[in-house]
């Protein structure tokens, strides 16, 4: 079954504790991309992946890091969380750049809680 | 001005009727339009895309596109109440043609 995990689901945290939050496709899919909703703001893009090494920030990186060592995986890292990072995060695979061309496959997202 | 626009909603329609959602967006540019139906605590999932002027059928969904006006809309005939979700439109973005912007979500709600 095609699809995108992500671990974990849910996480709470306290400021400033290192934590990652893992992402996986199994489509082979080139493109990833990490997102964050929030009320009444939509998917915002955090950085996105166009192959193995190969990454750059989308429109809200602030705070974030990302990796891309393996084409399967692209884990998203907060080294420094706080509140302000509170939100619903939604990793995305697809074959073309961001889904131009097709449909993204998003995981089932990670509500994150930053006290 | 925010690159994709949405009325927040929610948006009541009653069961079998027609549910018309609209987004609007800023970039003459772009070239794909999406629509992504996300259920509460759910993610995405893509319902129907665009790239021409015109309509597109696809069961009970119709999407529609005018690029002169920089408008698109979904429109949900015979609405069942499993189509109660927030739908997200997304464009594909001015700086980069493969770039997705989204918009913030309608919220419909089917009224049995």
């Known amino acids: 079954e095609a699809q995108v995990t992500q671990n974990p689901r849910y996480l709470i945290t306290v400021t400033g504790k290192k934590l990652t939050v893992t992402c996986s496709q199994n489509m082979n899919h080139e493109y990833m991309s990490w997102y964050r909703q929030d009320p009444g703001l939509g998917l915002r893009q955090i950085y996105y992946s166009m192959n193995v090494e190969v990454t750059d920030k989308g429109d809200v990186p602030e705070g974030y890091k990302v990796s891309r060592k393996e084409k399967r995986n692209f884990p998203l890292i907060l080294e420094s969380p706080s509140p302000n990072q509170t939100s619903l995060y939604f990793c995305?695979?697809?074959?073309?750049?961001?889904?131009?061309?097709?449909?993204?496959?998003f995981g089932p997202g990670t509500r994150l809680t930053v006290l | 001005q925010k690159e994709v626009e949405q009325n927040s909603g929610p948006l009541s329609v009653p069961e079998g009727a027609i549910a018309s959602l609209n987004c609007t967006y800023s970039d003459r540019g772009s070239q794909s339009f999406f629509w992504y139906r996300q259920y509460s605590g759910k993610s995405p999932e893509l319902i129907m895309f665009i790239y021409s002027n015109g309509d597109k059928e696809d069961g009970r969904f119709t999407a529609q596109l005018n690029k002169a006006s920089q408008y698109v809309s979904l429109l949900i005939r015979d609405s069942q109440p499993s189509d109660s979700a927030t739908y997200l439109c997304a464009v594909n973005g001015y700086s980069s043609a493969s770039k997705i912007i989204f918009g913030s979500g309608t919220r419909l709600s089917i009224r049995p």
């Open positions: 995305a695979s697809s074959l073309t750049p961001q889904g131009a061309k097709d449909t993204q496959y």
